[in-house]
């Protein structure tokens, strides 16, 4: 077993992807456990990799970064392309929805998927449903469930709910699609496409009046922008940016899991030391009061005086801070998808902010 020993030197690349993998079998254990209902979640990944980074031998850096910045990309753009649709729904009207009222004999409901390119992008209008005798009394998008609005343009994996006779219900189905094995299709070509052109936007400079230097909106700022937008857009053509429920929040898991494990892993090595010396106690110390001081003070003002949603809240304040590991516990502690929702929503401005504000205060302070 000698050569397991030296796999550091002789495979750094097998090394790096081993001891991540067992990271992530040992974070992933150690997050489940809970103690009255409290546990580490995601976080475990973290403190198991600043465990080994510490304990173990160093790992290729190269491997690490680009795990990293892998594992985040999968992370934001997973969650912007699910969230897409209802993220600028959610914009647009506040709830109005239609209820369905006691049919009279004969006629009856059924929920929809629209899974046929045909149909895509066409208004509840345009559909021509009414001709069969059917009649759209509501449309649910992701997490939201919309009004029948003539208007509304419709996107791939929305749930029409419709009403007819029976007969009336098989033909809008087949106009609609309904077909369970095209929903349950990984659309991979346009998925690595927006991947591609968020990485393109992420690294492209933006010039801001008075700053020295261009601003980026990073590995985890671009995919997501990109991803809300074609979420938002739904298609172009017969390119369907849809990811399954089950393989969007497996990208998802997987991806927080690559971020957490690299991070942890290439901080660990110089982690302890610097916490244990005085300056690194000032350092937590200072940390501890600049990021739980503001959340606590707008979470409690959102809960007590606007009276919000707890998970809305935990979702704007991971947003806040643009804190990935946050709305995985989030997501995970509520069971929900209500705080991806929140999050998304304040995600990029917060982005934007904190790149902006650093550098302005660097340009003030050491000026």
Known sequence: MSWLGELHATNPVAHAIGILAMICVVGMALGSVKIRGVGLGTAGLLFAGLLVGHLGKPVDHATLDFVKELGLILFVFTIGLQLGPGFFAAWQQHGVRLNLLAAPGGVTYRRVVLTSTDVLGKTVSELGLEALGVVVTRVTRGDLELGSVPGLRLKFGDVLQVVGTAKALDQAAD???????????????????????????????????????????????????????????????RLVWHVPLNANLAFREFGIAMFLAAVGLAAGPQFFGAVFRTTGLRWLLLGLVVTTVPLLVVGLFARLVLRTNFTIVSGVLAGSVTDPPALAFATGTARSDAPSVAYATVYPVAMLLRIEIAQVLTLLLCS
């Not at 077909?179 to 801001?208: D, M, Q, R, Y």
């Not at 995919?223 to 857009?233: D, I, K, S």
């Open 175 to 237: 106009v609609l699609g309904n077909s369970v094995k095209h929903l349950n299709e990984t659309h991979f070509i346009p998925f690595f496409l927006g991947i591609f052109a968020g990485i393109l936007l992420g690294t492209t400079p933006i010039s801001v009046p008075g700053l020295p230097q261009p601003v980026r909106l990073g590995l985890a700022g671009g995919p997501l922008v990109v991803a809300l937008l074609l979420g938002r857009v739904g298609h172009l053509g």
